[in-house]
């Protein structure tokens, strides 16, 4: 296996660091040595296959697990020595449904941002600004169960912006969802990037949601094989396509594109 380094210059301090992060589950090692940068402002694809450690390294940052080897900052600070700063400056939305079913999506939203010291009044100003903006401000008192897979999506993702952080994880967001609530969500979130200058880092298995001028991860069984820019990262394998560059690091013969729900 190869690996190609395409970064170009990276200001300071990044959004996000990880620098020689390993991870084992008992004897099983799943990240091994993972570094990488992602600068402010920019939309990040963290690609890999299913079981590369996306999930792992999501759970890592978010500092549902310490990290025992590494280092992880986010803007600057060390999410093991400064955990409460640096998940101030993270939103994130998980790949399994997190949403309570029972609760309207004001209470789940509100609940949320009480938890994040947002007054009533504030609160309730920027979830109807979100949910607007997310196409979703006519559902604001029905009940989560009533939604769809996509527009249960659209309401963790407004959770997880509640709190207007300056980095947004989300963690293979479209599984499970048809094209069109694919293609809507990932053109949402593009958008944030342009308009809001939020700094996205984007996991996916599917190559059709990479583009040319994006920033790429490749993970693949834990190791970090390619990072920089997409069309970098492709002209160093001489492929002509992410998906080639992916085949010819990872030694997969091929990889899912996602024309329907994955
Ligand atoms: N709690 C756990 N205990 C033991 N092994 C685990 C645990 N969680 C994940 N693994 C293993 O760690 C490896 C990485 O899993 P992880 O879920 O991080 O990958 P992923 O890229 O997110 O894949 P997926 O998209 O399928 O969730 C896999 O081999 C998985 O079986």
């Known amino acids: 296996m190869q690996h190609v380094k395409a970064n170009d210059a990276v200001s300071l301090p990044a959004a996000l660091d990880v620098s020689a992060v390993n991870h084992s589950y008992g004897q099983k090692q799943v990240l091994s040595d993972v570094s990488f940068s992602i600068a402010p402002g920019r939309f990040t694809v ?18 549902l697990y310490n990290t025992r080897r590494g280092a992880i ?31 309207s999506v ?20 920027r979830i109807k ?49 048809d094209i069109q609530s694919r293609a809507e969500i ?24 990479v583009e040319d001028s994006d920033h790429v991860v490749i993970l693949h069984k834990g190791k970090v094989l390619a990072d920089g820019r997409v069309d970098d990262v492709v002209q160093s394998c001489g492929a002509n396509s992410i998906g080639e560059a992916f085949a010819t690091l990872s030694g997969v013969a091929s990889v899912p594109a996602g024309g329907g729900s994955q």
């Open 46 to 63: 963290l690609l890999g296959l299913n079981g590369a450690g996306k999930t792992t390294l999501f759970s890592l940052i978010s500092h």
């Open 73 to 103: 900052r986010i803007f600057g600070h060390d999410i093991s020595r400064e955990p409460g700063e640096a998940l101030r400056l993270l939103g994130i939305v998980f790949q399994a449904r997190t949403l309570d079913l029972d609760l």
């Open 106 to 125: 004001y209470q789940n939203l509100s609940y949320h941002a009480s938890l994040h010291g947002i007054g009533r009044r504030e609160a309730v100003s």
């Open 129 to 177: 600004t979100l949910l607007d903006q997310i196409g979703m401000s006519d559902r604001l008192y029905d009940k989560a169960r009533s939604l769809s897979g996509g527009q249960m999506r659209r309401v963790e993702i407004v959770r997880a912006l509640l709190h207007r952080p300056p980095l947004l994880l989300l963690d293979e967001a479209t599984v499970g969802l």
């Open 186 to 209: 990932l053109a949402t979130i593009r958008q944030l990037v342009v308009t809001d200058g939020i700094s996205v880092f984007w996991a996916t298995h599917l190559i059709d949601e």
